[in-house]
């Protein structure tokens, strides 16, 4: 069964410019989630969907990112305006259900780089 | 608040030395669990483990091994016979009930075997 699916996996973009990531997740998972990572701030939760809703968008940044989930096999991240510090790792995980107990599954990530 | 912390941020080995990795928690939930997560060279995040807070049986899976102990709140992992293919950033996290869907991570320990 093939894992949980991100596109594009690098990024090269300039200062201004919109950025769009994209992930797949694993067929029949409830549960989405988007995080970044950082050297200087580690692995942060971005954001979390149920069933193509957004649950908890606390840990977006700010305006300048945005994310939907139009369907149950599909999510977007967008940046714009793009700017130098937004360059990072993003990761697309997926679980099958509610729970504590319920293991996430991680994309391979998008290497962003914004100059 | 839930909180990891993984005191070694870097430790360097040489292949065939036994290795231990330190994982330390904070919560007040009484039902949590906990992951650690492999992060290669290539960056892709892979999940190895999941423990729940009322089980504190060891686990062995072949090279690797999980000490779990609430006493000190503490989830260690050792790898014995280290291999260079177990170089990577290993991830510590928690997810407990009053942290909703969230997981929280550590900053990551980097291990480096060398042949």
């Known amino acids: 069964d093939a894992g949980v699916i991100q596109s594009p996996r690098h990024e090269v973009t300039e200062m201004g410019q919109e950025v769009t990531l994209r992930c797949k997740p694993i067929s029949g998972h409830d549960y989405l989630f988007w995080y970044r990572q950082t050297m200087m701030r580690g692995l942060e939760l971005l954001i979390y969907f149920n069933n193509n809703v957004p649950i908890d968008d606390s840990g977006m940044p700010e305006d300048r990112f945005s994310a939907k989930m139009p369907n149950a096999s599909f999510s977007t991240l967008k940046i714009q305006p793009s700017e130098p510090r937004d360059s990072a790792v993003y990761f697309c995980?997926?679980?099958?259900?509610?729970?504590?107990?319920?293991?996430?599954?991680f994309g391979p990530g998008t290497r962003l780089l914004v100059l | 608040a839930q909180k990891v912390t993984q005191a070694q941020t870097e430790i360097s080995v040489v292949e065939k030395e036994d290795v231990t990795l330190d994982c330390v928690y904070e919560?007040?939930?009484?039902?949590?669990?906990l992951f650690w997560y492999k992060q290669p060279p290539s960056g892709e995040l892979v999940f190895l483990i999941r423990?729940?807070?009322?089980?504190?049986q060891n686990e062995i899976s072949g090279r690797y091994s999980w000490n779990f102990q609430k006493s000190t709140s503490s989830f260690n992992f050792t790898i014995t016979a280290s291999q260079v293919v177990d170089s990577a950033v290993y991830f510590c996290?928690?997810?407990?009930?009053?942290?909703?869907?969230?997981?929280?991570f550590g900053k990551g320990t980097k291990l480096t075997v060398n042949p």
């Open positions: 995980a997926s679980s099958p259900a509610v729970g504590i107990q319920e293991t996430q599954y």
């Open positions: 423990r729940n807070s009322f089980d504190e």
């Open positions: 996290a928690l997810r407990g009930q009053g942290g909703s869907e969230k997981l929280v």
């Open positions: 919560t007040r939930d009484t039902t949590y669990y």
